[in-house]
């Protein structure tokens, strides 16, 4: 349940304010160069401390244990371990009995019978995301020249960023945020038919991660306004390039060489400084909350390495399983 | 790659002018009542022959193979067959070296080298939809008492249908539309942290289904520009029921027990019998392509039993998971 | 769990004196030559009638239908179904209550709470490996020119077979017997370390063959007797072939480029025409059970070229696993 | 590759000689208690040190880096891991190009194109065992009553198991062994038909461990030579039980309630400190090998808790399944 992918398979683990979080890495081929600090750049992006983001804050320094040897991937399993060091307890033993409005806590204790790790949202937490930054990097590295980018362009309804945080910050209020992610430079033909397709995959994975509430390609939901006449991509190049991109890149889930293109919704944090009304599960009674500990105002900034990475892992994934389809039999 | 699913596991086969399309439905449980009769409400929803769709007409009649004895499940593997009867082959050979804008024809050739079926879509086709709404149908009783219902909400952009689809008729045009599907009467507690998210595991399959290009959970694209106190669900009792639901039912992945609710965009159908422009892959030139054989004109209209197939078999799966984390330990 | 692999998956279906056996093989590259004339061979040397095995007669006719266009594989997922016509249902109603001593059919009915199909070991049959032999056909042809030959070197403890069955017959009684495997003309490298070493997969598959009690490889249980220095196989030549064979082709769990050598034991058929003692399970009393119906004196007879198959169907699939490792990087 | 397992998946990771050796464990219930401590008497029965084991001594300490909180699971992946501390270089890069017979030297650089870590066997190393042991008491928790025990019968081919060994040291050869491992108090209906029979997932468990070369079930290889009459074991209860048990417990793939018997043989090791013939491979010319290093000269005597381990994990994953059949529909 905690593993994703056919062939580059990723397996995560850990909580918030445990041990550790990390990644197991298994099926990248021998023979790719890897050094802990190619980790570095991406998980700058992806780590709080700017305006808009937790003031908690981790040295998020990965450690190879496993699957790489005088620098170059062996083609043993990869394990990443992120040690945790800025924990805490309290904030969240006495919320227990008032869950956070919007937040997993509350279904966290219905499927584990209370014993879940709760303390900062243990393994429903954002944290384990660092792992699938990490698995990223990886994955780039084998999918190359395969460019992929993903960026916000709006937040809290607006495309002036900063702005949407400088009022966010006043009212103490958490804001969501659009990101748009393509993928470029891409052959065709990856993807399977049916339940591998490219946008059931990139979906599947999207959707692991928190606060993802809406996944659209190409022209997504603005597709089922428009007629077939205006929809269909006119191919303009024998290799399949065609002169508008409302498939997204994918028809009947294949990538068709051009880019793939598409866009998520990020809702805003559940876990807000100003005070709330939620019930005592206890004793059935509503209460105001008011929530301390550490939040992000706007989790959409961070999000963008974080599609870029499962753009990645699901295309590193798709090409290695493609690889057999031309190779084996018509060798 | 045709397989989807951990417990509650169904393989598709089949092809739209081959001899048959199937499925089969593995882990299914023991003693679950089941008569061939039991498809046939749902394969009629499905079914083409009212305005709008196609008039290639088949019977669709389900063949249960295996897995059924004595009208019950056995606990063995259920395969459906339906035999495909009204094939044609002369409406496509003739347009492989003039691709069909938008559709799959060009990819299936470019992976495959030439050696896929390619008539009427072969495996790309919407008829391999016929075994995942039989599979929904034997879902849905195995995780019954929750209720499943989608309908078509707007197409081609407005919300009176029966217009929509005169126009469409009128222009020789297709036109996409919107799906809403809403589960109710379920148990807290469905899913897992991150890669079987209930969201992940169901967007997984919906992008599998041909003709969709977005999905959105609770408030979906519209969470983006909402802040944290409006989208937070406030608890009003302490089974979580909430007075808001911009979650979809859904937190951290996991069921809450209010209904999960989605929408998905639907495409409009890309062979029209409108005449467009397309290249001739061998020759390089442009030409005009007139697209014959039999089509939708709003293959959106076809939809909405689908949506219910794939949530039940999701939830089938997720529940049959489930099932283990409360009962060995804890018994 | 009815399916077996990791990119050339078979998921089988069926039940003895049920509609239809089955199987469904995904992953199978696209391109290659295919008719159903071409599994008729190995379905023959499967086929009872002879000397040894039980009088039921059946077509054993298998039908493909999908994932076949222009007698070509197409890269779908390819179904062949084999119609049961020979069926029975009386010689089984009637001892359900005293269970046969050997045979599934006590924990079947333990298993499925008496909803599975009882008729003639219902899905435990060895009817269900029809379609292991068909996929062992396909398996073959995918990783041409490697060879793999299977035979009987003994029955009922000698190695006279005709002598054997002779007494078999005499004393109404079944015999087991020992089958001996080879795959040769084999690469290096094929397997992966720890759990799909190619000893792993095989001996997954083989021991879900009815029957199969025990497997070796190479020196195997003499192993266990043998000093470090008489069971190292030395090399020979730089490509790695070996002067002894101990290993059976396989170090580390990967092929060596040797032969792969493994012996299987079956045991001897569990009904038989003399009379047993068994226990009515409703009473609790013992009983004399003398079992009709139509059974084989020696299966193991029947089993050769089901090893021969499922040892295909194991290479290829991790040889279309391997293609991943030496391509995508170091291309 | 590296993972294993339906419900209850494990996934391996690390190196002889590298940062360390792990495991993670998917889909263990939520409840369990688990400390550190409670891995110690099942490592100490596989760790070296004792007559016949390598001289190489590592703490083998167990850290759980995620999954456990308050001294109980938590039902989110369990990751254990083993620092390496007692590592070396310099013996391994020496023998590169004189590979050691029998061993996994040359495959592995074969198939990972020389960037496997090669010390020590690297991936390949019996001390990926550890996360196995680890993982298995775990699952012995999980299946608390029922009992697993294993135990060397003989070694060199001999019963006295300590004059074995004498002999062994003056030889400086390695021998093999026999270990039989027995589960009792076990349910009926564990285990699938075909391809998740108990012997199919026990064996492919078993055969993943380096210098296993066979496996027998029950009467195993004697059944090749038993008639019906004789193999058959006869009820004497209604619960199923028999008074014999050539079956080894397992009948059609699934538990028939009476105790799981099997047996595998292990080779002796290759390493051997006795001078070898081998082939320089870059060379082509006969060499000879004295191998230095740490060895075991006898590895049978640290499986039978491995044996012990990789039982209960299978019980435990198939038993979890197991629920599912029972409960979702029937209740």
């Given at each position: 349940m905690n593993s994703f992918g056919n062939i580059f398979r990723i397996s995560i683990f850990g909580e918030s304010h445990g041990n550790s979080t990390g990644i197991t890495i298994d099926g990248c081929s021998a023979g790719l160069p890897l050094l802990e600090s190619d980790f570095t750049a991406d998980l700058d992006r992806r780590?709080?401390?700017?305006?808009?983001?937790?003031?908690?804050?981790?040295?998020d320094l990965p450690r190879?244990?496993?699957?790489?040897f005088n620098d170059f991937t062996t083609g043993a399993p990869i394990t990443i371990i992120f040690e945790n060091t800025n924990t805490r307890f309290k904030d969240y033993e006495k919320i227990r009995e008032t869950p956070r409005p919007g937040h997993a806590d509350f279904v966290a204790s219905k499927k584990f019978g209370g014993f879940e790790?709760?303390?900062?949202?243990?393994?429903?937490?954002?944290?384990?995301t660092l792992g699938i930054v990490a698995a990223g990097v990886i994955a780039r590295k084998l999918i190359s020249p395969i460019k992929i980018k993903a960026e916000l362009t709006e937040a809290g309804g607006i495309k002036d960023i900063e702005l949407a945080l400088d009022k966010a910050i006043e009212e103490q209020n958490s804001i969501g945020g659009i990101i748009e992610c393509t993928a470029s430079n891409l052959p065709t033909g990856i993807g399977e038919p049916f339940f591998n397709s490219v946008e059931s995959m990139i979906a599947h994975l999207v959707f692991s991660i928190p606060a993802i509430k809406a996944i659209e390609f190409g022209a997504g939901f603005a597709s089922a306004k428009m007629k077939g006449s205006d929809h269909n991509d006119m191919f303009i190049s024998p290799e399949g390039k065609t002169e508008t991109n409302h498939a997204g890149g994918i028809n009947g889930g294949i990538s068709n060489g051009n880019d793939i293109v598409f866009r998520v919704a990020v809702k805003p944090t559940?876990?807000?400084a100003l005070a709330q009304n939620t019930m005592n599960i206890k004793t059935g009674k509503m209460t105001e909350l008011k929530i301390e500990g550490r939040h992000d105002l706007c989790i959409a900034l961070r999000v963008p390495v974080i599609m870029e990475a499962v753009t990645a892992i699901v295309l590193a994934d798709l090409m290695l399983v493609e690889q057999r389809i031309k190779r084996v039999y018509l060798k």
């Amino acid at each position: 349940m905690n593993s994703f992918g056919n062939i580059f398979r990723i397996s995560i683990f850990g909580e918030s304010h445990g041990n550790s979080t990390g990644i197991t890495i298994d099926g990248c081929s021998a023979g790719l160069p890897l050094l802990e600090s190619d980790f570095t750049a991406d998980l700058d992006r992806r780590r709080s401390g700017s305006k808009g983001t937790t003031p908690r804050k981790e040295a998020d320094l990965p450690r190879i244990m496993s699957g790489v040897f005088n620098d170059f991937t062996t083609g043993a399993p990869i394990t990443i371990i992120f040690e945790n060091t800025n924990t805490r307890f309290k904030d969240y033993e006495k919320i227990r009995e008032t869950p956070r409005p919007g937040h997993a806590d509350f279904v966290a204790s219905k499927k584990f019978g209370g014993f879940e790790d709760f303390r900062g949202g243990g393994h429903f937490s954002g944290r384990i995301t660092l792992g699938i930054v990490a698995a990223g990097v990886i994955a780039r590295k084998l999918i190359s020249p395969i460019k992929i980018k993903a960026e916000l362009t709006e937040a809290g309804g607006i495309k002036d960023i900063e702005l949407a945080l400088d009022k966010a910050i006043e009212e103490q209020n958490s804001i969501g945020g659009i990101i748009e992610c393509t993928a470029s430079n891409l052959p065709t033909g990856i993807g399977e038919p049916f339940f591998n397709s490219v946008e059931s995959m990139i979906a599947h994975l999207v959707f692991s991660i928190p606060a993802i509430k809406a996944i659209e390609f190409g022209a997504g939901f603005a597709s089922a306004k428009m007629k077939g006449s205006d929809h269909n991509d006119m191919f303009i190049s024998p290799e399949g390039k065609t002169e508008t991109n409302h498939a997204g890149g994918i028809n009947g889930g294949i990538s068709n060489g051009n880019d793939i293109v598409f866009r998520v919704a990020v809702k805003p944090t559940s876990s807000i400084a100003l005070a709330q009304n939620t019930m005592n599960i206890k004793t059935g009674k509503m209460t105001e909350l008011k929530i301390e500990g550490r939040h992000d105002l706007c989790i959409a900034l961070r999000v963008p390495v974080i599609m870029e990475a499962v753009t990645a892992i699901v295309l590193a994934d798709l090409m290695l399983v493609e690889q057999r389809i031309k190779r084996v039999y018509l060798k």
